[in-house]
């Protein structure tokens, strides 16, 4: 795939997932019922995970997705960051 057509599914990933996230905000707002959790791209980072974790002193298995990007972050690199993260989509 060339350089031109990598940076266009780039960009079309990070539009879909600030537009996920927005909406996924926007169903938390209004308390809607959904079958995806509501606080998805919180239960996927790392960051979070750990601090739950910790404070709770426990695991909490919802929270484990963050072990699964923590990996995937391990093996490809900044891909959460470059191409999934809503701020590095805003920041970009």
């Given at each position: 795939?060339?350089?031109?057509?990598?940076?266009?599914?780039?960009?079309?990933?990070?539009?879909?997932?600030?537009?996920?996230?927005?909406?996924?905000?926007?169903?938390?707002?209004?308390?809607?019922?959904?079958l995806i959790p509501l606080?998805?791209?919180?239960?996927?980072?790392?960051?979070?995970?750990f601090a739950a974790m910790i404070a709770s002193?426990?695991?909490?298995?919802?929270?484990?997705?963050?072990?699964?990007?923590?990996?995937?972050?391990?093996?490809?690199?900044?891909?959460?960051?470059?191409?999934?993260?809503?701020?590095?989509?805003?920041?970009?």
């Open positions: 795939m060339s350089s031109n057509r990598w940076r266009t599914a780039r960009q079309l990933t990070q539009i879909a997932s600030v537009i996920f996230f927005f909406a996924l905000a926007f169903f938390t707002y209004r308390g809607a019922e959904s606080d998805l791209y919180l239960r996927v980072n790392p960051l979070v995970a002193r426990t695991a909490i298995a919802t929270l484990l997705l963050a072990g699964i990007a923590l990996v995937l972050g391990f093996v490809f690199g900044r891909a959460w960051c470059g191409w999934l993260c809503p701020l590095g989509a805003m920041l970009d």
